[in-house]
């Protein structure tokens, strides 16, 4: 039987720590605070939004929505990230995608402070990761760490395949991945035989935003699959990138989209919020 590495059970527990945590920055003095700073019209991105301020709200945390319009340039983008980095009353910044057309995370990620990057997006704070030091790790990339370790997943040694290179996932998930000591290959769009590759690991993560993409010939026998993708489906609810039937009985444990990686992510962000918050006041 294939198990299924729900991550809600986690998210639970992180959420208590954050809870208190945020409380007692209330009591000092402020309530930690976030600020999402939205450039689309983007349903999906809406949501998200609005999930992340109901999580903020739950916790403890205050949220500042700025919304700078589809049509806003870099320079306004990056004009307000500047300006909430030097806000002593701002503790953490979230951009959120899509950003406008012609406009790359990587054209403003840049002027977000790396002490208040809670997602790890900057260059800086994306370096300091792949130098193996201090900083807001991408929280998709370290909910996945997490999520396997609470399920007592070893993978010191381990061979564990990544499907995606993005900056946002792929590439920081490699390099935590390299830190817990795993053996890591990272596949994407122009990898030659897929099924091969991924085939041949004890772990493997989807996270290529691909509906179905990894099936039951992609894993072996007795693998452990973790599916990041959050796709929409034909009927406006979510999917995952793996194709859960096929991977169901060949695999030994499968996350499940909604219900898996996604929970944990939240609840990494919000605790990147407090930490953010307890750092700024120290
Ligand atoms: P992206 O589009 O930036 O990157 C996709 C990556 O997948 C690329 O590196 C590409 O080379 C690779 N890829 C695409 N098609 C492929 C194929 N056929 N074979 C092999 N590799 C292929 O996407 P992203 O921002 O990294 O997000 C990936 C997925 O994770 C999406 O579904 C996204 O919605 C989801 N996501 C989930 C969370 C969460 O909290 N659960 C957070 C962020 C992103």
Same mark, same amino acid.
């Given at each position: 039987d294939t198990a299924s590495l729900t991550g809600k059970e986690l998210a639970a527990a992180i959420n208590a720590d954050t809870k208190q945590r945020a409380a007692a920055r209330t009591e000092a003095g402020a309530a930690p605070r976030l600020a999402l700073i939205v450039a689309n019209d983007d349903p999906a991105s809406a949501w998200y939004v609005n999930s992340l301020r109901k999580a903020a709200e739950r916790l403890g945390i205050a949220c500042d929505t700025v919304d700078l319009g589809a049509d806003a340039t870099a320079d306004t983008i990056r004009a307000e990230l500047e300006a909430r980095s030097a806000d002593s009353a701002t503790d953490a910044i979230m951009l959120q995608t /899509? *950003? /406008?057309? !012609? +406009?790359?995370l990587d054209d403003v990620s840049s002027a977000i402070a790396a002490t208040k990057d809670v997602d790890g997006v900057s260059p800086l704070s994306l370096g300091l990761l792949a130098s193996g030091l201090d900083g807001f790790v991408p929280a998709t990339s370290e909910a996945v760490v997490e999520l396997l370790k609470h399920h007592d997943i070893p993978l010191s040694g381990r061979h564990v395949a990544v499907v995606g290179r993005s900056n946002v996932v792929g590439k920081p998930l490699a390099q935590l991945l390299l830190a817990e000591n795993a053996t890591v290959t990272v596949c994407h769009s122009r990898t030659t035989d897929l099924p091969a590759v991924t085939s041949a690991a004890d772990i493997v993560v989807a996270a290529?935003?691909? +509906? !179905? *993409?990894?099936? !039951?010939?992609h894993v072996r026998e007795g693998a452990v699959v973790v599916d990041v993708g959050t796709n929409e489906s034909a009927d406006g609810g979510i999917v995952g990138d793996v194709e859960a039937d096929s991977v169901r009985g060949k695999a030994a444990a499968l996350s499940p989209v /909604?219900? !898996?990686v996604g929970p944990v992510t939240t609840a990494l962000l919000m605790r990147h919020v407090v930490v953010a918050a307890e750092n700024a006041r120290r």
């Open positions: /899509p *950003l /406008p057309a !012609g +406009i790359t290529a935003g691909r +509906i !179905g *993409l990894v099936t !039951g010939k /909604p219900g !898996g």
